[in-house]
C-alpha cells in the first residue's frame, strides 16, 4: 500500500554531512509513525532514530544523538534524516520505514513498510 523512496546518501569524509530523504506515497502519510535503520555488513538492522505523526516527538540511538536529526514535512509526505559530524562507524546502508500506526518504535517489528536503502559511507 505504501512505496517508500530514499536518496541522498553517499561518500563523505569523517565529519562531514548528508541529508536523507524518504519520500512516500499515499494519502495517510500523516497519520504514520517514521524510522531509520541502518545495517552495516553481516549485521542485522539497527535502530537509528524515529519520529511520530506530527514530528513533535523524536528519540535517537544513543551514538548519534546530539548529530542526528529526523524531521518531517507531511505536505510533502516525506521524512529527512540529516546526519552531521559523521564517523566511519556511521557507514552502512540506511533504510526509511513507516508505520501505520502514529507513534515511533525501535523495533523492526514495529513498522509495516520499508524502503529500498540509500549507502551511506564515511571515510577515515
Known amino acids: 500500500q505504501v512505496q517508500l523512496v530514499e536518496s541522498g546518501g553517499g561518500l563523505v569524509q569523517t565529519g562531514g554531512s548528508l541529508r536523507l530523504s524518504c519520500a512516500a506515497s499515499?494519502?495517510?502519510?500523516?497519520?504514520?509513525?517514521m524510522g531509520w535503520f541502518r545495517q552495516a555488513p553481516g549485521k542485522g538492522r539497527e535502530f537509528v532514530a524515529t519520529i511520530n505523526w506530527n514530528g513533535f516527538s523524536t528519540f535517537y540511538l544513543g551514538s548519534v544523538k546530539g548529530r542526528f536529526t529526523a524531521s518531517r514535512d507531511n505536505a510533502k509526505n516525506t521524512v529527512y534524516l540529516q546526519m552531521n559530524s559523521l564517523k566511519p562507524e556511521d557507514t552502512a546502508v540506511y533504510y526509511c520505514?513507516?508505520?501505520?500506526?502514529?507513534?515511533?518504535?525501535?523495533?523492526?517489528?514495529?513498522?509495516?513498510?520499508w524502503g529500498q536503502g540509500t549507502q551511506v559511507t564515511v571515510s577515515s
Open positions: 520505514a513507516a508505520a501505520r500506526t502514529p507513534d515511533w518504535g525501535t523495533l523492526e517489528s514495529d513498522y509495516d513498510y
Open positions: 499515499g494519502r495517510d502519510f500523516g497519520s504514520y509513525g
